[in-house]
């Protein structure tokens, strides 16, 4: 659980160990606590961004907000701004821009790439994400195959075999496989004895059922003990495929590239997510009237980067559907709980 990594971001009253939840009492960190200080970093970002970006002092007001319904009075901004208008949002100078990453939609006004900004300090939270966030995915000794695209400085590849090495976790990076490659992942997943492959969930399922045909599905399913499915939408259909043929535990990781590729850890016990709340602040919303919709209920997800240097988003409508689940979860986490997303806009490809 990452209650208590999500704790000390936020300064909870006393030092708690990182690592062991049971140590932290609920009078020391609990959701009031948790929510007051997210309102502090909510003026803090309004504040920062109006300072320093001419689009965010035009879009937003200058005033400090005293509750989360406020907030909510604020306008959004879209995924249509940050492809119009993206080097309007940045609020520091190039010389401090770390990472730029350019997504290509299939749908979109245009063609125009959405590029999303990232200072060195940026990456590093994403990497804290990641490696707090896998604590309990793998363990020290373990080898991870890595399946996203790019291995370039700062790309989701790079950032994980981070965190994986802050974890012990010996990683490779294979990059992202074309189905003629899949024959040369599932050899290379069993010489190489990689019992975690991390990747996006739809190559994941192609590969599996790939091994299958080419007879090396039981051979892998000895191997791989988890899967960890991240980086875009995860369907019904790649979980049940992946489990069939490899017989390997699923886990999940919610995000992406506006919420600085991390975004919230699967929950083994309830399922769907646990929010990253230090960072980031969802909000629900009906995507017809704009309106905060009641935890329980379906719509769109709406994010807020509350520590974000290079590009912070403030109210950013990602697309996203889903709903919070309402009431405690059965593991004990007390942060925010997202269904598995039901559906997003899909991403054609990443240029860089
Ligand atoms: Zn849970």
Request: with cysteine.
């Given at each position: 659980m990452m209650d208590s990594w999500v704790a000390s971001c936020l300064g909870a009253p006393e030092p708690v160990n990182r690592d062991d939840l049971e140590r932290i009492r609920p009078e020391l960190f609990n959701r009031e606590i948790l929510e007051k200080r997210q309102l502090e970093l909510l003026n803090g970002i309004l504040c920062y961004a109006r300072e320093k970006s001419s689009f965010y002092r035009e879009r937003f007001p200058d005033k400090q907000i005293t509750t989360f319904a406020e907030f909510a009075d604020l306008p959004f901004t879209t995924p249509e701004d940050l492809r119009r208008r993206g080097y309007e949002m940045v609020?520091?100078?190039?010389?401090?821009?770390?990472r730029i990453v350019t997504l290509m939609e299939?749908?979109?006004?245009?063609g125009l790439p959405k590029r999303v900004y990232f200072t060195p300090a940026d990456q590093e939270r994403t990497v804290d994400f990641f490696h707090h966030g896998m604590l309990e995915f793998a363990v020290p000794g373990d080898r991870a195959l890595l399946l996203f695209p790019g291995n370039s400085p700062g790309s989701l590849n790079v950032l994980l075999t981070e965190a994986l090495s802050r974890m012990e976790v010996k990683a490779r990076i294979f990059g992202f496989p074309k189905p003629e490659d899949y024959g040369r992942v599932s050899e290379e997943i069993v010489s190489g004895n990689f019992n975690r492959i991390v990747g996006p969930p739809f190559t994941i399922a192609a590969i599996a059922e790939y091994s299958e045909k080419a007879g090396m599905a039981e051979k892998i399913a000895g191997i791989v003990e988890s899967v960890l499915l991240a980086g875009s939408f995860v369907s019904e259909q790649d979980c049940e495929t992946i489990q069939r043929l490899w017989h390997c535990r699923i886990d999940e990781e919610y995000g992406m590239t506006e919420t600085g590729l991390g975004g919230g850890v699967g929950c083994k016990t309830g399922g769907g997510y646990h929010l990253w709340e230090s960072d980031l602040y969802y909000e629900v919303i009906d995507?017809?009237?704009g309106l905060l919709v009641p935890d329980g209920t379906c719509g769109e997800l709406v994010v807020t980067t509350l520590n974000r240097q290079a590009m912070p988003f403030i109210r950013y409508r990602t697309g996203d559907r889903s709903r919070i689940l309402p009431g405690p979860c059965a593991c004990g986490s007390i942060l925010k709980h997202l269904e598995r997303v039901q559906s997003r806009p899909s991403v054609k490809k990443y240029l860089r």
């Open positions: 609020c520091t100078g190039a010389d401090e821009i770390g299939t749908s979109g006004s245009e995507p017809d009237t």
